[in-house]
């Protein structure tokens, strides 16, 4: 993998909400599993406002990841299922070797448990909360879409790209694609909030997956990175379109760091 990219990694509900169940007058049952109403992303937007918001963020790190895609999946079915959570079937196979119920996977970097799973149809099943959704690019999915996949790592798993959480911190849109030979530069919008811990040769994960930033650009408040060619091929990104999401997960230094200094630490240390 070049410097200037790795692979993949995901992210976790931080909270769970008090949710209404949404059915869309249009929508058609699967003939695959009649649980589920199903619809376009458009229409799971009027889903997501419902409940009480809620802000806060979860400190403990459950799980880790690296932000090396391990496979690419496919969305088989996504809606609201009987008992009122909105759930999402993903076709994969690396991702499910040795799977458990409970079991941690990061797709396109935000990361889920598994509910259930299906070995011989090669799917497993995760379930998503209205806040996973406001916070995530998952709201953009249909059945067909591809996504990224990472399992969380283990104590004995190589550590190929930076220490993901799977915590989206936010979206950023994709402003530009340009092609320079066989790479592929990108460059991503995302809010001021956001981009102060962006940094030019700092790691970010998009999608899960694990990249070197190149440049920050503060007053168009965009950042780009650089694509080699094998990443294009095995990302979800290079599919995506001008215009469209994708999630955001910072590296988690920057914000230990911001945290110390707002917190007197340094002021603390300077009596001894």
Same mark, same amino acid.
């Not at 209205?130 to 798993?157: C, D, F």
């Given at each position: ?30 003939? /695959? ?13 009027? $889903? ?20 090396? /895609? ?43 448990? /598994?509910?259930? $799973? ?97 440049? /920050? ?5 965009? $950042?780009? $990175? ?47």
């Amino acid at each position: 993998m070049a410097a200037s990219c790795s692979l993949t990694f995901s992210s976790r509900t931080p909270a769970v909400l008090p949710m209404c169940r949404f059915v869309n007058p249009k929508s058609r049952p699967s003939n /695959v599993d009649g649980r589920f109403n199903y619809f376009k992303p458009s229409i799971l937007r009027a $889903f997501i406002p419902l409940g009480k918001r809620i802000t806060h963020r979860q400190s403990t790190i459950r799980c880790l990841f690296t932000g090396i /895609v391990e496979e690419m999946g496919t969305i088989k079915q996504l809606g609201v299922a009987d008992h009122g959570g909105f759930d999402m079937k993903i076709g994969a196979k690396t991702v499910l070797e040795g799977v458990n119920l409970g079991d941690s996977i990061a797709v396109n970097g935000t990361c889920l448990t /598994v509910t259930n $799973f299906d070995l011989k149809a090669s799917d497993f099943m995760v379930g998503l909360a209205p806040e996973t959704l406001r916070k995530t690019s998952l709201v953009e999915l249909e059945a067909g879409s591809l996504v990224n996949l990472e399992r969380a790592v283990t104590p004995t798993s190589r550590m190929g790209g930076h220490f993901v959480q799977g915590h989206v911190d936010g979206t950023g849109e994709i402003v530009s694609m340009d092609q320079e030979g066989d790479s592929l530069w990108v460059k991503v919008k995302t809010a001021k909030d956001l981009l102060k811990y962006v940094v030019p040769k700092g790691f970010i994960a998009v999608d899960g997956t694990s990249l070197t930033v190149v440049d /920050v650009f503060d007053e168009e408040e965009c $950042f780009n $990175f650089m694509l080699v060619a094998y990443t294009q091929q095995n990302v979800v990104i290079p599919l995506k379109k001008v215009g469209q999401k994708v999630n955001l997960e910072v590296d988690i230094l920057g914000k230990y760091v911001e945290r110390l200094l707002s917190s007197g630490f340094v002021d603390s240390i300077k009596n001894y």
